[in-house]
C-alpha cells in the first residue's frame, strides 16, 4: 500500500519567481522528506492496525504539522534562508544572516509559510506585508469512516507564493458568542498574485493555476 505520493521536478515551474536565493530544487527536497516521514510513520501504523496519523489529528493541527515540517526543513536545501527562531515570530522564514540570532518577532523580510487542503480561501493570524507560500495538500480526515471515504494517500496538490502586502488581507468578523480566533483571509488581489506565479502543479491538476485564475475572473 502506498502511503505517500513523492513529487516530480518535472512538475515544478521553473519559471516561478523566488526570494532569498530559494530554488524549486529546494522546494522540491522538502516536499519529499514530509513524504518520506508521512509515509513512514503511518506504514508503521498499519502494522499495528492503527489508522493513518491525518485521520487521527484535527485537520488544523496535521496542516501546521505540514508547514511546521516545510519550515524546518527547507533551510536545510536553501543556506540563504533560516527558520525564524523566535517563538511564533513573523514570519516563519528569515533571510540568513539579517537578524540577531536568526530570531525575529516581526518582520518585513522573510517567507511565511502555510499548508491547506483547499486551493484558495487561505486565511492567516498576521496581515502583513510578507512573502506567503502555500502548500496545498490532499489527505484523510478524522470525519472519513463516518463519511464512508476509504484510504487515500498523502499528496501534494499544488504550491502558490507571491509577495502579498496587507491590503492583500482582509479580516475575518465574527459574532459576539464566537470563540472562534478571529483570522485574515488572502483577497482576491493576493490569490492571484499568488496563482499566477504558481511553483508546483500536481500532475492531474497541470494548468489548474491559470484555470482558476480564469473562473474567478469570470
Given at each position: 500500500m502506498k502511503f505517500a505520493?513523492?513529487?516530480?521536478?518535472?512538475?515544478?515551474?521553473a519559471g516561478a519567481t523566488l526570494p532569498y536565493g530559494?530554488?524549486?530544487?529546494?522546494?522540491?527536497a522538502a516536499m519529499n522528506e514530509f513524504i518520506d516521514l508521512i509515509g513512514f510513520i503511518n506504514q508503521q501504523?498499519?502494522?499495528?492496525q492503527i489508522q493513518q496519523l491525518e485521520r487521527m489529528l484535527m485537520p488544523a493541527n496535521f496542516s501546521s504539522m505540514v508547514g511546521?515540517?516545510?519550515t524546518a526543513t527547507m533551510p536545510k536545501h536553501c543556506k540563504t534562508i533560516v527558520k525564524n527562531q523566535y517563538h511564533n515570530g513573523h514570519p516563519d522564514m528569515l533571510p540568513a544572516g539579517t537578524f540577531p540570532n536568526n530570531a525575529a518577532q516581526h518582520a518585513d523580510e522573510g517567507?511565511?509559510?502555510k499548508a491547506s487542503r483547499y486551493l484558495k480561501s487561505w486565511q492567516g493570524h498576521n496581515a502583513e506585508d510578507a512573502w506567503l507560500m502555500v502548500f496545498c495538500f490532499d489527505s484523510?480526515?478524522?470525519?472519513d469512516e463516518t463519511k464512508g471515504i476509504g484510504f487515500k494517500p498523502f499528496r501534494f496538490l499544488m504550491v502558490v507564493g507571491a509577495k502579498l502586502e496587507k491590503a492583500d488581507w482582509k479580516f475575518a468578523g465574527r459574532k459576539e458568542a464566537s470563540r472562534r480566533t478571529i483570522t485574515a483571509s488572502v483577497t482576491t488581489t493576493g490569490?492571484?498574485?499568488m496563482m499566477?506565479?504558481?511553483i508546483y502543479e500536481s500532475p492531474e491538476l497541470q494548468g489548474q493555476a491559470n484555470l482558476l485564475l480564469r473562473e474567478d475572473d469570470a
Open positions: 505520493e513523492s513529487v516530480s521536478i518535472k512538475n515544478f515551474n530559494l530554488k524549486v530544487t529546494h522546494i522540491c501504523l498499519a502494522t499495528r511546521e515540517f516545510v517567507i511565511e509559510v484523510g480526515r478524522p470525519t490569490y492571484k498574485k499566477s506565479n504558481w
